[in-house]
């Protein structure tokens, strides 16, 4: 087999994706904005921005070469060759890296100390994600081997739907249930007191933001501008409008919910995104958008479980269907293109599950025991704003002064 031709249109295309992709990120920024309490934005605008620092300390110096066997300790003629494809390329996958903390955020809010989850992020980016990233993308330990001849295909998720948003989501219940409920948010008695979003309006702007930029997510993970499909467009686009009218339904017109209906149809379709027939995107999405809704309520209301913006549900559940989802809508008797295996689905994405679980209660038990998570009652009673960073969003008193 002759090797790939690198151009530098391919540079480009990558260099796209990559742009879109960290733009996704202040999608995450302002859907937690807009969901916290006032006391808790400025919070949550710094951890996104600092949590995607860390990370690509962390991704640069250890996980890329973890899940690629890749390093960049060369002199700078050497990394520039091929247009700096490899460099690129670097930046395209560390935006998918470090959407791991960025989800881990959107739960832990309100309540967590910065510092540790700041070490966290390190760890997770650093030595967490990019073995399972390795074991789906790059055919680490034999597992892919394994399953292939098992089963007859490879464990198959062509954006991420297992390798980022699963894994990110169950890290983040993880995080969640060893941090616990904010405080006043559960009483003794069985009460639930309402914590309602500070702001519609950012968490829409949230939203769009992810929205728009999960079309570089799922269409530039072709990496390669002679394979762009725009099949992966339109299952995309299927998908979200499933989750978003799925979700409109369920969530009888909650604007939480129907802001938050798109992105679990993205999350579920990332999988199968170049398999599926748009049709299958669709429902993809659409069982998606009332999985989100009805286990964000029952996560929130019956087993109160304090997990702020649903990342569980959205990226943990609806991340696991779209593994799974790609075996059932990318076969050939659903109208996909075949070349995927339910059992491999299946077995790929519970072994993501599982290593999402081990690394994150290693993690968050390690800091738990040792440094602590959460503030302590006056800190969360102050609020993360003024705790942490000394101004609040809407600084009105200091201003008039």
Not at 68 to 84: I, R, S, W
Request: charged letters at 10%; one cysteine or more; proline letters at 3%.
């Amino acid at each position: 087999m002759e090797p790939v031709k690198i151009t530098s249109a391919d540079v480009l295309f990558v260099l796209l994706g990559a742009i879109m992709i960290l733009a996704m990120h202040a999608g995450f920024a302002f859907l937690e904005l807009g969901t916290v309490r006032k006391k808790s934005q400025v919070n949550a605008l710094v951890k996104i921005m600092a949590d995607f620092a860390v990370s690509t300390i962390a991704y640069f110096f250890i996980g890329y070469g973890i899940a690629y066997g890749v390093n960049f300790f060369a002199g700078a003629e050497t990394l520039a060759q091929k247009n700096g494809y490899d460099l690129v390329k670097f930046f395209f996958l560390l935006t998918f890296a470090a959407a791991i903390p960025a989800i881990v955020s959107g739960g832990i809010a309100e309540r967590a100390k910065f510092n540790p989850q700041l070490a966290a992020t390190f760890l997770l980016v650093g030595f967490v994600y990019p073995f399972f990233e390795g074991i789906a993308w790059n055919q680490a330990f034999g597992i892919q081997a394994w399953l292939k001849a098992s089963f007859g295909e490879e464990f198959h998720d062509f954006a991420g739907s297992v390798v980022v948003h699963a894994v990110g989501g169950w890290v983040g219940l993880v995080a969640v249930v060893l941090l616990g409920a904010r405080r006043g948010r559960y009483s003794k008695d069985g009460g639930i007191s309402a914590h309602p979003p500070s702001s519609i309006p950012f968490l829409a702007l949230g939203a769009w933001v992810l929205t728009v930029g999960w079309f570089g997510f799922n269409v530039m993970s072709a990496q390669l501008l002679d394979k762009i499909s725009g099949l992966v467009a339109m299952n995309s686009l299927m998908a979200m409008v499933g989750g978003t009218l799925a979700a409109l339904v369920a969530g009888r017109n909650d604007p939480g919910f129907v802001h938050n209906g798109p992105l679990a149809g993205l999350v579920a379709v990332c999988a199968g995104s170049d398999l599926m027939h748009p049709l299958g995107a669709l429902a993809t999405g659409a069982i998606a958008g009332v999985l989100f809704v009805h286990l964000f309520t029952l996560t929130q209301n019956r087993w109160k479980i304090d997990d702020v913006l649903g990342v569980w549900p959205l990226h943990g559940l609806c991340g696991a269907w779209g593994g799974i989802a790609a075996g059932i809508f990318g076969t050939q008797a659903l109208g996909g293109l075949g070349g995927v295996a339910f059992l491999s689905q299946l077995v790929g994405t519970l072994l993501g599950i599982g290593m999402a679980v081990t690394g994150s209660f290693v993690v968050y038990g390690l800091l738990k025991r040792f440094v602590g998570l959460r503030l302590d009652a006056e800190e969360e009673f102050n609020g993360a704003d003024l705790t942490i960073h000394r101004i609040s969003s809407t600084a009105e008193r200091e201003t008039l002064w």
